[in-house]
């Protein structure tokens, strides 16, 4: 005897459809989260790389700091060269500038930026500006400006080097730095406000570590930028 043939029914296949469709949305939120995560750690990374070239820089300056202003070349040109950019200006080297960039950064800088031979690349990032900003600088005797010397900065596990700000002006240029405000050499803390990944950002801090951490997580008590967490001065 034939067994009589068992049939879903309406009830069972909307069930099954939902259960398909349930699972798809789960997949597809995990693959999108996991993108924006390995985005977050590109961008954690381009400020490791940045932070072990400021070291470099620094052990070969006599613990100086990069800074920009006073006809000095922008902080990021003065560690280039310790990225592997022999010769910013150079002809192709634009890609070479990608460390700079935070693969999330999708603003497009004005026109005149992108028409202009002087700016060689976009830049996501920007220096602290209570800890290099030159009017901070010490000044000698003879009232000439000095930088200021990475050892001389207490408190390196909380202190802000570099931070996130994905600012439209922000480009790395060729030749000297006349302005020394111009976007991406330096901000003040609320320029990390917005948080751009998941409402966090990546922070690089002068003992060399990266922190993911957002803007309420840091503070400005007196000349430099903390993370809350860690200060005993807090």
Not at 12 to 30: D, P, R
Not at 66 to 80: N, T, Y
Not at 85 to 93: F, L, R, S, W, Y
Not at 114 to 142: M, R, W
């Amino acid at each position: 005897m034939k067994k009589p043939k068992k049939f879903f029914t309406m009830a069972e296949l909307v069930l099954a459809a939902s259960a398909t469709l349930l699972s798809s949305s789960i997949c597809c939120a995990f693959i999108s989260k996991a993108h924006r995560d390995a985005q977050a750690m590109q961008c954690a990374e381009n400020l490791f790389a940045m932070g072990k070239a400021t070291f470099q820089y620094a052990a070969d300056h006599k613990d100086d700091l990069p800074f920009a202003g006073d006809g000095h070349d922008s902080w990021k040109l003065q560690i280039a060269p310790y990225l592997g950019i022999k010769d910013p200006a150079e002809k192709g080297t634009t890609g070479k500038f990608k460390v700079f960039h935070c693969p999330l950064d999708q603003n497009q800088p004005p026109r005149y930026m992108n028409e202009d031979p002087f700016y060689l690349g976009k830049n996501s990032y920007c220096a602290n500006l209570y800890a290099i900003d030159v009017k901070n600088h010490d000044k000698n005797t003879d009232g000439a400006i000095t930088t200021r010397k990475l050892k001389s900065i207490d408190g390196p596990d909380t202190v802000l080097l570099y931070a996130e700000n994905h600012d439209r002006t922000n480009m790395v240029g060729a030749g000297l730095s006349v302005n020394w405000n111009r976007g991406g050499e330096y901000a003040y803390p609320a320029a990390a406000k917005k948080g751009y990944h998941q409402g966090k950002n990546n922070y690089l801090l002068l003992d060399g570590g990266v922190e993911f951490w957002t803007f309420r997580d840091t503070v400005y008590p007196e000349d430099l930028w903390f993370l809350k967490y860690g200060s005993t001065d807090l």
